[in-house]
């Protein structure tokens, strides 16, 4: 995967947008090249294709804090909060991803005609990762050349993620997010709607869009999206020690 973007003070980051393209009865992952690009900046200027998050933003990081800080947080939170952030360790998590993916993209090909951006593209689907869900919009937007605008309080959240992060001074949405995955598709209401009846956390969050900028909304508040900053990650990784283990979320 080619290099997308660098900046005095971000990351180096890939493009990890990729089509659920068709091959042989089911959907298998794939890069966007150039050629889509340009058919999908040609649909933006028809129709604003929707945006979509499945999974919960922050779950992996709090997860990671309460494998290495179990004991501190034990005493700040009831026992029924951090068990709604609780995870397996790092083999059963990324077994877990995969068929997390793997069941999307079964869902959304039985329903392929109903939610593919055009006849000749299919659905987008990307994971966030190391930046979470701010870092994985500002790459979508990066690999598709266009911009979004996205109601920020609409990203399902778990309030357990939020009260750890919140100790810890952390961002729930520019943090570690593996398992959580940004959607681009057409009859975005229809596509949450169906997945949620497959008992995935989805909430229709937006819509792609033919101009520039990048733009999130929280009530009234407006604000427009950034490269993701070493710095971030960076937190995250001091507070932890650098303390992993075979049993720990990779943190790269």
């Known amino acids: 995967m080619q290099k997308r973007y660098q900046q005095k003070g971000a990351e180096k980051k890939t493009c990890c947008a990729l089509f659920l393209r068709e091959t042989e009865r089911y959907w298998t992952e794939e890069e966007v090249g150039s050629k889509e690009r340009q058919k999908l900046r040609a649909l933006y200027q028809s129709f604003w294709p929707d945006l979509l998050v499945i999974g919960y933003s922050g779950l992996q990081t709090a997860a990671l804090l309460l494998q290495h800080k179990k004991e501190e947080l034990t005493d700040v939170f009831p026992a029924w909060l951090l068990e709604q952030a609780a995870f397996e360790n790092g083999d059963v998590f990324a077994e877990k991803t995969r068929k997390l993916r793997e069941g999307i993209g079964e869902t959304l090909f039985e329903n392929r005609a109903h939610f593919s951006l055009s006849e000749e593209l299919p659905p987008i689907l990307s994971e966030a990762s190391d930046h979470g869900i701010f870092g994985a919009l500002w790459e979508l937007g990066e690999t598709l ?108």
Do not use: W
Not at 145 to 158: H, N, S, T
Not at 203 to 224: N, S
Not at 229 to 241: E, I, P
């Open 145 to 252: 050349g266009c911009g979004m605008e996205a109601e920020l309080l609409q990203i399902p959240m778990k309030q357990s993620v939020v009260e750890i992060l919140n100790h810890y001074q952390l961002n729930p949405y520019e943090l570690p997010s593996g398992g959580t995955f940004l959607l681009v598709c057409k009859n975005g209401k229809a596509a949450e709607k169906l997945l949620c009846q497959k008992g995935f956390a989805c909430a229709h969050i937006g819509q792609i869009t033919p101009h520039a900028d990048r733009v999130l909304f929280a009530g009234e508040e407006v604000r427009h999206l950034n490269i993701p900053k070493k710095s971030d990650f960076a937190d995250l990784k001091h507070l932890l020690k650098k303390k992993n283990s075979d049993n720990d979320f990779s943190l790269g």
